[in-house]
């Protein structure tokens, strides 16, 4: 089923989108967003703006937009800097919950700014803090009542492999250990319920499967209950309880705006706001539904027509995110291949070839036409031309 939505996304002809996971396509409402705000509200407003169009309110306006499709309460998502800020506020607010503990927990197959952004935290507090690293299938055991925080990334950006985010959340925190998901790769993709699962953060961008635009602004989800509690490391003036009154001490504002930062990104945040409204009325059970009948089409045509190429993604379509990863040892020059004949896909290292599914825009039509281009370029080896071959700085 393909929900009806592609009209409202600017999607070049003779082009299949398999990199939504990565970077979001256009939607065709955030140009006209972009041209009010920019023309009619900074160009004819000037600085009244902020109040006339409500621009102080954007990120928390949007952050509960957001919320809506992550099963967080409003009031409870704020938006502005981005994802590796978001994941260091939320490690720093984390450990500020447990003095008493010294360990970081991760995947070591985690994002890397994840766990630099975890390193960098560590270098700057003291040297008896541990950032430790195992695989997915270690994380159960690993977490002892030496764990202050457990920094998870709920959709791996290479395999797409998915953690049961109530069952770790349920282990981290019978423990005594915070928890903070990092929804990357799940915002906009699976469902996700924060209330139901009571995890203490979430983080996330909204370039990728929400559409926001490169550059989009994070946002920063804090339970309920913590909201009035957690200390914000990055004391920025927005945050502030009062930031017009200019005080000379900080005093964190007693809502979700405390994890606000800076002055926000408007023409950016706007644009997101605007890209949201493909959302209007969409159930993210349809969304998954659609995710899982077009990965599990993909990944049965391309393994019976391409036996070179080997999944890397979990078979069991409940362990897996809204992508499908193939490990093929030429994996850069084939993507690179299928990118000129029309199939946007992307590559991570060493060998992983990704393709993000996405039904606001996709369906299986697209789904058997890729299938077809690919089968093509792996079973011609058409990837070995010579131009396909010289990697580019962003792959
Ligand atoms: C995409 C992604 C990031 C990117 O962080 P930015 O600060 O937005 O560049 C971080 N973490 C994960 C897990 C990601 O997938």
Not at 9 to 14: H, V
Not at 103 to 130: C, H, R, W
Not at 154 to 180: F, K
């Given at each position: 089923?393909?929900?009806?939505?592609?009209?409202?996304?600017?999607?070049?002809?003779?082009?299949?989108?398999?990199?939504?996971?990565?970077?979001?396509?256009?939607?065709?409402?955030?140009?006209?967003?972009?041209?009010?705000?920019?023309?009619?509200?900074?160009?004819?407003?000037?600085?009244?703006?902020?109040?006339?169009?409500?621009?102080?309110?954007?990120?928390?306006?949007?952050?509960?937009?957001?919320?809506?499709?992550?099963?967080?309460?409003?009031?409870?998502?704020?938006?502005?800097?981005?994802?590796?800020?978001?994941?260091?506020?939320?490690?720093?607010?984390?450990?500020?919950?447990?003095?008493?503990?010294?360990?970081?927990?991760?995947?070591?197959?985690?994002?890397?700014?994840?766990?630099?952004?975890?390193?960098?935290?560590?270098?700057?507090?003291?040297?008896?803090?541990?950032?430790?690293?195992?695989?997915?299938?270690?994380?159960?055991?690993?977490?002892?009542?030496?764990?202050?925080?457990?920094?998870?990334?709920?959709?791996?950006?290479?395999?797409?492999?998915?953690?049961?985010?109530?069952?770790?959340?349920?282990?981290?925190?019978?423990?005594?250990?915070?928890?903070?998901?990092?929804?990357?790769?799940?915002?906009?993709?699976?469902?996700?319920?924060?209330?139901?699962?009571?995890?203490?953060?979430?983080v996330g961008c909204t370039y990728k499967y929400l559409n926001g635009g490169p550059g989009a602004p994070a946002f920063i989800y804090v339970r309920p209950d913590l909201i009035g509690h957690v200390e914000p490391a990055l004391a920025g003036w927005m945050g502030h309880d009062a930031p017009f009154a200019m005080d000379p001490t900080y005093s964190p504002a007693m809502s979700i705006e405390r994890m606000r930062v800076g002055t926000p990104p408007i023409v950016q945040l706007s644009i997101l706001d605007a890209a949201l409204d493909v959302w209007d009325g969409v159930r993210m059970a349809d969304i998954r539904a659609a995710s899982v009948d077009m990965s599990e089409l993909f990944i049965a045509e391309v393994e019976a027509r391409c036996p070179q190429l080997t999944l890397a993604s979990p078979a069991d379509l409940a362990e897996r995110g809204s992508q499908v990863s193939f490990a093929f040892e030429h994996g850069y020059a084939a993507m690179q291949a299928l990118i000129d004949r029309g199939v946007i896909g992307d590559f991570r290292p060493p060998d992983i070839m990704r393709f993000g599914f996405t039904p606001l825009y996709l369906g299986r039509e697209d789904v058997l036409r890729a299938a077809d281009i690919i089968e093509e370029v792996i079973g011609k080896e058409l990837w070995r031309e010579e131009k396909y071959q010289t990697r580019s700085r962003v792959t």
């Open positions: 089923m393909t929900l009806p939505r592609k009209h409202l996304f600017e999607l070049p002809d003779g082009v299949i989108y398999l990199d939504g996971n990565s970077l979001g396509p256009l939607p065709k409402g955030a140009m006209a967003r972009a041209q009010t705000t920019i023309e009619a509200e900074w160009g004819g407003e000037l600085i009244r703006a902020w109040n006339s169009a409500d621009w102080i309110s954007l990120p928390t306006r949007v952050g509960d937009r957001i919320g809506a499709l992550i099963g967080a309460p409003a009031g409870t998502v704020t938006t502005g800097d981005t994802l590796s800020i978001k994941v260091y506020q939320a490690l720093a607010a984390a450990l500020k919950m447990r003095p008493d503990r010294k360990v970081i927990l991760s995947d070591a197959g985690n994002f890397p700014t994840d766990l630099y952004m975890a390193q960098g935290l560590i270098d700057t507090i003291g040297k008896d803090y541990e950032l430790r690293l195992v695989s997915h299938d270690e994380m159960c055991e690993a977490v002892t009542d030496e764990v202050a925080a457990v920094l998870l990334t709920h959709v791996d950006y290479r395999s797409g492999e998915m953690y049961s985010m109530e069952g770790m959340t349920a282990v981290a925190q019978d423990h005594g250990a915070v928890m903070i998901w990092d929804l990357a790769h799940s915002a906009g993709a699976v469902q996700v319920e924060m209330a139901r699962t009571g995890a203490e953060f979430a």
